[in-house]
């Protein structure tokens, strides 16, 4: 079974950096597109970046520019750089594997991080 353990998130004024990790096990990292999705208060679960096992990224329009997704498959553990932050930003954030454009791969969900930014 995966198991996806996010952290690294916080609280943090407007402008400024937080960067989240996610150690995945269970599965073979290396060959798996990774991804981060966030969930604000309110509203739906939305895909915001994936890398590919060949280290391609995507990003969703917002976050284009502000933030870097990276992975250390020796570590199996995917990070998010986010640069910039708004409050808009403000989220619990959840990594987990890629299948398609932004659709999860995995059922399993981790606790997710909490991402606070105030203006």
């Known amino acids: 079974q995966v198991q996806l353990v996010e952290s690294g998130g916080g609280l943090v004024q407007a402008g400024g950096s937080l960067r989240l990790s996610c150690v995945a096990s269970?599965?073979?990292?290396?060959?798996?597109?990774m991804g981060w999705y966030r969930q604000a208060p309110g509203k739906q679960r939305e895909w915001v970046a994936r890398?590919?096992?060949?280290?391609?990224?995507y990003y969703e329009d917002s976050v284009k520019g502000r933030f870097t997704v990276s992975r250390d498959n020796a570590k199996s553990t995917v990070y998010l750089q986010m640069n910039s932050l708004k409050p808009e930003d403000t989220a619990v954030y959840y990594c987990?594997?890629?299948?398609?454009?932004?659709?999860?791969?995995?059922?399993?969900w981790g606790q997710g991080t909490q991402v606070t930014v105030s203006s």
């Open positions: 987990n594997g890629v299948t398609g454009w932004t659709q999860a791969l995995f059922s399993s």
């Open positions: 269970g599965t073979i990292f290396s060959l798996n597109t």
């Open positions: 890398i590919t096992p060949e280290r391609r990224t």
